[in-house]
């Protein structure tokens, strides 16, 4: 595969997670400055590794939801609670994560991603309700290829 073609499908995948609004907002903000770093992430973080076979997205939303809270990059992490649901994620299995990660990234680190998913799911609920509540259509091509 050629760059061109990892640049198109890793924009295909990112704009299937992050939703176009998100990725518009991205692409309107370009310039000579963060222009090769935006083509790299299209590229290689979702041309290459949210394209790879074994992991469903729903599966690698919950493993980048785990790592943000870990590493506590708040940014990145509400706009990959806002992800989730993109990917099938429900509230219930973000609820048990955040109980999880207390276990092996720290009380503190899973309690600042409660409240920070808290106020996600109040801006999504308000530009639209019920989003964070029904259980989204997870039917992604590529999500089928499980190890």
Do not use: C
Not at 52 to 70: D, K
């Amino acid at each position: 595969m050629n760059d061109q073609e990892r640049y198109d499908n890793g924009m295909q995948v990112r704009r299937g997670v992050l939703g176009d609004a998100h990725v518009d907002r991205t692409l309107t903000r370009r310039n000579d400055f963060n222009e090769d770093f935006q083509d790299f992430i299209t590229r290689f973080a979702w041309g290459d590794i949210w394209t790879r076979p074994g992991l469903t997205r729903h599966m690698r939303s919950m493993i980048t939801l785990s790592l943000l809270i870990a590493l506590n990059r708040g940014d990145e992490f509400r706009m990959h609670v806002r992800a989730a649901f993109n990917n099938g994620v429900t509230r219930e299995e973000m609820k048990e994560l955040f109980m999880h990660a207390a276990l092996y990234a720290g009380l503190p680190a899973a309690n600042q991603a409660i409240h920070d998913a808290e106020k996600v799911f109040a801006e999504m609920e308000a530009a639209e309700p019920g989003s964070t509540t029904r259980v989204p259509d997870v039917g992604h091509v590529g999500d089928e290829k499980t190890a």
